[in-house]
């Protein structure tokens, strides 16, 4: 696609095509986005239409490569139900790092405590638990200690 007065740099890769740790970090979404082989805002495209960008922005969190693709298209054209679904799973995502938080520090409890809580009554599987569980942890201390 040919730039023009349209189009303009992804905000998000910055027009590289793919998310790096870069971008992750500075659009603050460490607990959500891994780096991937493309970038979904633009999909990989190195540029966006003004007028999308203006309308979506490019630190939205639920816009990734691993989304249902009929409820990404429908959160795009801004549908009522579909934006509902969408910030009902953010705020389980948000509520779910504030309870690692609160056990990890509030409660002193172990990565293994955290885990099986975390299992106990889920259908999440103990390695990914285990992965995101590190990954709060992670956040945490570089956070907290800096």
């Known amino acids: ?12 890769c910055l027009g590289k095509g793919y998310v790096d740790l870069n971008d992750i970090k500075r659009l603050r979404r460490e607990l959500y986005w891994e780096p991937g082989p493309h970038c979904a805002y633009c999909d990989g495209k190195k540029i966006v239409a003004f007028d999308f960008a203006s309308k979506i922005n490019p630190d939205d969190w ?25 910030k009902k799973m953010e705020d389980f995502m948000v509520g779910l790092v504030n309870c690692i938080y609160h056990l990890y520090v509030n409660e002193d409890k172990n990565r293994s405590e ?22 709060v942890i992670r956040a945490i201390f570089s956070n907290l200690i800096k």
């Open 62 to 86: 639920f816009i990734t490569s691993d989304v249902d693709k009929l409820l990404l298209k429908r959160y795009l054209k801004r549908e009522p139900k579909a934006i509902r679904e969408v």
């Open 114 to 135: 955290i885990v099986d809580l975390l299992i106990k009554d889920s259908a999440v599987p103990k390695k990914e638990a285990e992965e995101y569980v590190d990954k």
């Open 1 to 12: 696609m040919k730039k023009n007065k349209d189009f303009i740099d992804c905000p998000r």
